[in-house]
């Protein structure tokens, strides 16, 4: 087949039939692929920022013997005279091609495969071939034990506690961001990788090459932001629990810990503080003067975050302006609704620019006036009360094409707010993000998500795959969510041992829906819904309590090397918790272990993961000696040894040499 190629500045141009396909440079050492069957290329850049300029001396495009060929620095591509895409490193050699023909053959199967859909788009397939002893991480996170995710299938889309972030670093020396906000699936298999998105006008793609995986992170943060400079007020502890229903207990806890002498830095008042649902304000008849309590917390040296819902309910005072200003959520069947709780709901259409400049209006209104500037954007996903993705409608189309780039937005919404408003180091707490969402100052927690030993396993690798998705403030509710008896040793066991985990987290934040259940104290507003028991660090008996100060001095201490590690967060992306290989990537035994990682470049923390473990096996990395902080033993890098873990203790190691207190 002969295709036609042509050259437009730094972009190589191919056709064939219908297919439009461009390969251009976008980034150090980087490309961005697209193809279309359109009459022309859609024009949106999604996660990516807009392209800046690249020295034209990085970059080189021929076309030989039907073929095109483009290099930005450390990356090379070759559009094959049958279509077929291959990709390689400086040193020549491949490290990612398409599904080629060679195999294909009689089954009639393609590199991009775009299969039309009646009435308009397509859905998208596009494969790879694999390597099948490649190492896979990132994604974003999926509540599972899985660091490596060679093998795994992932749906594209986001539910409570997932957040679908499809950028993916390979120890084959790439990094891949699927740059496309359709929901659909992914999966890594041993015999190919394979790429869907359900409804969509275009491929879109991102590769970049490196010699390891910060340089890969690095480049790919590049091109889709750093968050901005964590505040002093965020890197110490957060307190939170459902729910603080009026003033008077939100100040009782904080004059406890004062009183106390712990160190408190944010607490957190969660939900149904309003009225209504769409209201954005507090409800006077239980917060009657936020004002003066955000003044009077402050002189404490303690911020307060509320809690934001997009969901606006009909006897909201919004509902019926937002409804005929279209800026709401629809259905294309069945009833007008997207979520069921308490009373029928509809999302903000965060799509919608006039949506997200109402919805801030009123949030600058009633909560930034009055000295707020921290916000938890909860149900961010969002989570439909049915995740019949093919129901919902935007203002930039159907759920199916566009729908994860809603979490993106929502955060968006905030921080152009904030920004507007003269806040600098902008940071709110969210619970679901996407592809460039770190560029908007979210702390990303890993949702309602259960009180279980099992629970606490799958955040490890929640965590550190989304650290290497590019989101590198993250955490998680420290004793799951779901339940949780103060009163059961068990439960102690598990939320000491979450609490030990949680203080190497980017933020160390407990929150949880405790027994015993406290019923509503009225049918109205603030009153409606119920509460969790209490939730505080005095509440799970002396010998927890004594462990939580261990630890919460521990944190308070390491505030310093914090923030040197997120003022690099900031000027490069560099997550603090990362895997292993991020800091030893020639030590071939850290890509294995998934149950440690790295809090800085001279933290290795080994979490204890299961109940009644009191001593776990810790590998210790090549290349570096390691003292061990609670003994200042000293071992030599690349063993195993075993550690002794009491319930006090979680295996704590600093690299030798290193002073950080």
């Not at 660091?147 to 299938?153: E, P, V, W």
């Not at 800026?327 to 903000?348: A, C, E, I, K, Y």
């Amino acid at each position: 087949m002969a295709r036609l190629f042509s050259v437009h500045g730094d972009k190589l141009v191919s056709k064939y039939d219908k297919e439009i396909l461009w390969i251009e440079a976008w980034g150090r050492n980087s490309l961005r692929v697209r193809a279309t069957q359109e009459g022309s290329m859609p024009e949106n850049d999604w996660a990516l920022l807009p392209k800046t300029e690249i020295s034209s001396n990085n970059i080189e495009i021929k076309i030989l013997d039907n073929r095109g060929i483009i290099r930005n620095g450390n990356i090379c591509a070759v559009i094959e005279p049958t279509g077929d895409i291959k990709f390689y490193n400086s040193e020549n050699k491949i490290i990612l091609q398409e599904y080629t023909s060679r195999f294909a053959g009689g089954l009639r199967k393609k590199g991009r495969e775009f299969q039309p859909i009646l009435g308009g788009s397509y859905r998208l397939t596009v494969r790879f071939e694999s390597e099948p002893d490649e190492k896979l991480y990132g994604m974003g996170q999926y509540q599972q034990p899985f660091l490596n995710l060679k093998g795994c299938a992932l749906e594209l889309a986001h539910r409570n506690s997932q957040s679908s972030v499809p950028f993916l670093v390979s120890n084959i020396g790439y990094g891949f961001l699927w740059n496309n906000p359709a929901i659909g699936r992914v999966v890594f298999g041993k015999n190919i990788t394979e790429w869907e998105a359900f409804v969509t006008k275009t491929m879109d793609y991102w590769i970049t090459a490196g010699n390891n995986p910060a340089e890969i992170l690095e480049q790919y943060m590049e091109v889709t932001g750093t968050p901005p400079m964590m505040p002093d007020y965020a890197m110490g502890f957060w307190q939170s629990k459902l729910r603080y229903r009026n003033t008077q207990e939100l100040m009782d806890v904080a004059y406890e810990y004062k009183r106390r002498n712990l160190p408190l830095d944010v607490i957190v008042i969660d939900f149904f503080h309003w009225p209504h649902q769409g209201d954005w304000k507090f409800d006077e008849d239980y917060w009657p003067h936020p004002e003066k309590m955000v003044e009077e917390l402050r002189k404490m040296g303690i911020e307060v975050m509320v809690s934001i819902w997009p969901t606006v309910e009909k006897e909201s005072e919004n509902y019926e302006e937002m409804l005929s200003k279209g800026l709401l959520m629809s259905t294309d069947r069945g009833p007008r609704v997207t979520m069921q709780f308490v009373n029928d709901t509809l999302f903000v259409d965060m799509t919608n620019p006039e949506a997200r400049e109402f919805m801030w209006g009123k949030v600058k209104e009633n909560y930034f006036s009055k000295g707020i500037k921290m916000y938890w954007l909860d149900e961010a996903e969002p989570e439909f009360h049915k995740y019949e993705f093919d129901n919902y409608r935007y203002y930039l189309g159907p759920c199916l094409e566009i729908g994860n780039i809603y979490p993106l937005l929502y955060a968006k919404t905030f921080y152009d707010g904030l920004k507007k408003e003269g806040i600098e180091n902008i940071i709110n707490l969210i619970r679901c993000a996407w592809a460039g969402s770190q560029r908007y100052g979210v702390v990303v927690w890993s949702g309602d998500i259960a009180s279980t030993f099992e629970s606490l396993r799958n955040q490890v690798a929640c965590g550190l795959n989304m650290a290497m998705a590019g989101i590198p403030w993250w955490t998680s509710d420290i004793g799951g969510f779901y339940g949780g008896d103060p009163e059961d040793p068990s439960f102690r066991e598990l939320i000491i041992r979450w609490f030990q985990f949680g203080a190497f987290c980017p933020v160390f934040r407990i929150h949880g829906d405790r027994k015993p259940y406290i019923p509503p104290t009225s049918n109205k507003g603030g009153g409606k819904v119920g509460s969790g028991g209490p939730n505080e660090v005095w509440s799970y008996g002396e010998e927890a309590y004594e462990i939580f100060k261990k630890y919460l001095t521990i944190r308070e201490k390491l505030k310093p090397y914090i923030k040197r590690q997120m003022l690099l967060t900031h000027k490069k992306g560099t997550p603090i918790m990362r895997p292993l290989f991020y800091d030893f990537p020639s030590d071939t035994k850290s890509w294995e272990i998934e149950d440690e990682f790295m809090f800085g470049p001279d933290i290795l923390v080994a979490p204890v993961l299961y109940e009644g473990m009191r001593e776990r096996i810790v590998y210790l990395p090549e290349g570096a000696h390691w003292r061990e902080w609670e003994t200042g033993k000293v071992y030599e890098g690349g063993k195993e040894i075993i550690c002794q873990a009491p319930l006090t203790t979680i295996p704590i190691f600093i690299r030798d040499g290193v002073e950080l207190l």
